[in-house]
């Protein structure tokens, strides 16, 4: 009986040991975003230049990256985005950028087919930025209907290629990184970067801290600013907007809306395009056209809300149980207090994005007990700014913006000093520490190697003459290496363990 006991206990353990090899199989599996990455494109500074009209200061390497990400439905599938790396020379150590694009076409129209706003990517690279650039679920290399300003994929779209990103840093040498990253984006880009910089706050603070976050021209009250202002009775002119904001939350939001069909929102006349642009045989920009000819020559004007059955627009603005209504307060990306210093850039003549939207989202914030908001204005009165014209101010603000709070950021992995007397000289190079210490009438130098978190990684004795210290065994990261004994003097450098 005893023997039979011990058997069945160990015939028992040997299934949990099993049953724990493949929970963590299957947890590493899970973890893992990266499916591949290619050199796709290259731009030299010359060639940035002649694209935007504007000097800077690094060329910069395209990649076409592929990763795993969640849809709509939270199951897991393939996505895709550009990944810039600028041509900095190899040790040198970069910020990590997500910038999320703006509304695009249509599949094709994205980052990694370099269209769809790659452009804007390219520049914040171009200063020095490793930026991640994701197509978002349902365009690109994603399968399925893009869930337009539908909050929470945008975020995990982001999220997920920075964390892809680190795993091609663990990969390739000549990719480093620090642990400061930036946010920002444009238009529907500035409404997925709040979503983004929300996510890594509240659900990835374990792994990511944010830096500074700059959204753009975002519609971060869908439902609030911009229902008002898209669904007033002034004249709006990017109708589409509301075909596919329609179609991604009858998708997105299948709970709310769980037996209906675009005949139950829009009148007789715009289904068909509105299915033709689902089905993707036109395009957003083809639809916008075939909606306002169809506006004008009913209405007489381009009134959007003129496209939805009147009882459609009646119950969104009058009944709070409205389904519609809880779709668009689901996805507004303001009511949070972030941690992180953020600007939300805007400009009052915007025709496309109400600049409300800033104003509203910075005052919520505040209200929440964020001290780190500020909206900041890029037009005047005397020079109103449309949306389209409100880019590159805004832009370059962001990345000067980002250039100051990075500070001393694109750390050599090669360090090549002499003190002032040529006493002591320090260099490190390929991960060796070396240390030439001539002083004779001084016992020694105190070398502490201290991590970002304050924690020494090695302390000891230096003596006089020449040391070598292999530092390959430290975790890959930056470092702080600190000598003290110039008559108490403390010196400091920052390296790069790779």
């Known amino acids: 009986m005893l023997f039979l006991y011990l058997k069945k206990d160990i015939k028992m353990k040997k299934s949990c040991l099993s049953l724990l090899i493949l929970l963590l199989i299957t947890l590493s599996v ?11 494109e290259s731009y030299s500074p010359s060639d940035i230049a002649d694209l935007i009209g504007l000097n800077v200061p690094y060329g910069v390497d395209l990649y076409k990256v592929r990763y795993n990400t969640a849809d709509a439905r939270g199951s897991e599938h393939v996505a895709s985005g550009l990944l810039c790396i600028p041509q900095v020379g190899g040790g040198t150590i970069l910020p990590m950028a997500c910038y999320q694009h703006g509304t695009v076409a249509g599949r094709e129209d994205v980052p990694s087919k370099l269209a769809g706003g790659f452009t804007l990517a390219l520049v914040f690279s171009s200063f020095g930025y490793a930026v991640c650039a994701p197509d978002y679920v349902g365009l690109g290399d994603s399968p399925g209907i893009h869930p337009y300003v539908h909050a929470e994929t945008e975020a995990s779209a982001g999220v997920d290629m920075i964390y892809a990103l680190q795993e091609i840093d663990n990969q390739d040498d000549n990719i480093l990184l620090n642990d400061q990253l930036f946010i920002t984006g444009y238009s529907q880009g500035g409404h997925a970067a709040m979503a983004a910089h929300r996510s ?153 994005v109400t600049y409300k939207n800033a104003l509203i989202a910075a005052a919520k914030m505040e209200e929440n007990g964020s001290t780190s908001v500020e909206a900041v204005r890029k037009d005047t009165d005397s020079n109103l700014l449309d949306h389209g014209g409100c880019v590159l101010p805004a832009t370059l603000d962001a990345i000067i913006w980002f250039n100051s709070l990075r500070g001393n950021l694109m750390i050599s992995t090669s360090v090549n000093d002499i003190d002032d007397t040529g006493n002591v000289s320090v260099t490190f190079t390929d991960n060796i520490l070396t240390i030439d210490y001539a002083i004779g009438d001084h016992q020694g130098l105190e070398m502490n190697i201290i991590n970002l978190s304050g924690i020494s990684a090695l302390n000891h004795m230096v003596s006089t003459g020449r040391s070598t210290h292999d530092l390959s065994q430290l975790t890959k990261g930056i470092y702080i290496v600190t000598l003290k004994g110039f008559n108490n003097e403390l010196r400091s450098y920052k390296i790069a363990i790779h």
């Open 30 to 40: 899970q973890s893992q975003k990266l499916e591949s990455y290619q050199l796709i």
């Open 200 to 352: 890594f706050e509240l659900e990835h603070a374990d792994d990511f801290t944010v830096t500074g976050s700059a959204p753009m021209s975002g519609p971060y009250s869908l439902s609030e600013a911009m229902r008002d202002f898209t669904l007033g009775d002034d004249e709006y002119f990017t109708v589409a907007y509301l075909g596919w904001s329609t179609l991604s939350f009858i998708e997105a939001e299948s709970d709310l809306f769980p037996d209906v069909e675009l005949a139950d929102f829009f009148k007789p006349a715009y289904i068909a395009d509105v299915e033709a642009f689902r089905d993707e045989t036109i395009d957003l920009w083809e639809l916008n056209r075939r909606m306002i000819a169809e506006l004008q020559v009913t209405e007489g004007k381009v009134i959007p809300k003129k496209v939805f059955l009147d009882s459609v627009v009646d119950d969104l603005f009058n009944n709070p149980d409205n389904a519609l209504a809880k779709a668009l307060k689901r996805n507004d990306t303001y009511d949070w207090a972030p941690k992180a210093p953020t600007k939300l850039f805007y400009c009052m003549g915007d025709d496309q």
